[in-house]
């Protein structure tokens, strides 16, 4: 039977399923899918990073050595040598992580998804950065919280803007200390420390989400949250930026009683991240691979970076001003007020330019005339030109 002759059914969809919405960085990454658009969009790691021959060889190690074991089922938990080694990797003087509080998971945004699962009940306020990623909001949504943003500067989150009438009953503060998506900042030593102690305080924990903390251009780390306070952070970890995201694989670092609710919703979502995966990763950074691979990746990007500053001020009229990140992905526009960076997009979209206006990165009160610039998938050459497509845009609307 020809399927266009199929009567057309409408199922009745969940209250939650109704309020489901696409992240406005996919919808705009499909348009991007061209190659004629120069696209600033997608934080997509540059694929001459990835490490596909090694990758290939360890796929091949572990279905020659350990074949049944890599493709069964598996625990919820993860690959214990793998929660091994990301315990011993977050691990410092100060604060010793066992890999009983690891969970591997699908992904970082899996994390996320998970965090939701067990901590948010309907109308539980839940603490955001001022923006914050747009792929927490939407995997918080799922589970019906109230949003309150925290207030932020330059410098990232204010630890002092975090009162008693903003905190009251809240089940989790989610931030990003490192080169946050959307804004590229990375939060001082002083506020790290003043957040940890803000997370021994309290009666909810401090999410860190830390993808970006590998891709300090100054292989300068400041330490983490997790590092100040153990018991009372939580950390999302990916594999995502520093080997390949098509690899899906992340990790939840949590106290132990958090730690197991988070793997029985794990179980009920997926049972367990892919087994095969999980060893090949494992056979890939096992004898200190890792150590090699971020240096190469953070000296990409930091020249990235730098092409992308040169031609900001090289084509950017008066007016509109960026900021210069330490490390990351990202850098974050602000646009003379009048300017809606929406509006713009469509312009830029028209010129085959691309990026993600700063609206859906804000929980409430978006901002319109803010914008965000991933410079890590295009090349140098390209992005002079299409920096130089953008400001003759910004141009005409001021
Ligand atoms: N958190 C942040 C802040 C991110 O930017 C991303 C990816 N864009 C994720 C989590 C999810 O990454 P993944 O699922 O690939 O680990």
Known sequence: MDHSEMP??????????????????????????????ISFA?????????????????TDRVLRDAPAAALQYSATEGYLPLREWVAARLSTN????????????????????LLGKVLIDPASPVLVETPTYL???????????????????????????????????ARLIYAQPNFQNPTGRRLPLERRVAL??????????????????????????????????????????????????????????????LHFKLVQAKQATDLHTPTLTQRIVYEVIKDGFIDEQIPAVRALYRDQCEAMLAALARHMPTGVSWNRPEGGMFIW????????????????????????PGAPFFASEPQKHLLRLSFVTVPPARIDEGVARLAALIRERI
């Open 8 to 37: 057309h059914r409408v199922w009745q969809l969940s209250e939650r399923a109704r309020k489901l919405t696409s992240s406005a960085i996919r919808e705009i990454l499909k348009v991007t899918e061209r190659p004629e658009v």
């Open 94 to 113: 100060g604060a010793t992580i066992r890999a009983s509080q690891v969970l591997i998971t699908t992904g970082s945004q899996q994390a996320l998804d």
């Open 333 to 356: 526009v602000t646009l003379p007020a009048h300017i809606d960076s929406m509006q713009l997009l469509e312009a830029a979209i028209a010129q085959n330019v691309a990026f993600v």
């Open 196 to 257: 940890a102690e803000f997370a021994r305080t309290s009666a909810f924990p401090v999410i860190e989400d830390d993808p970006y903390g590998a891709l300090d251009y100054a292989g300068s780390p400041l330490p983490t949250l997790l590092s100040m306070a153990p018991d009372h952070v939580v950390y999302c970890g990916t594999f995502s930026k520093i080997l390949a995201p098509g690899l899906r694989l992340g990790y939840i670092v949590a106290p132990e009683e």
């Open 135 to 169: 792929g927490a909001l939407q995997a918080f949504s799922l589970y019906e919280p109230q949003f309150r943003q925290v207030p932020t500067d330059d410098e990232g989150l204010v630890p002092e803007a975090l009162t008693a009438a903003l905190t009251d009953g």
């Open 42 to 58: 997608g934080g997509l790691p540059a694929p001459a990073t990835f490490p596909a021959e090694r990758i290939r060889a360890a």
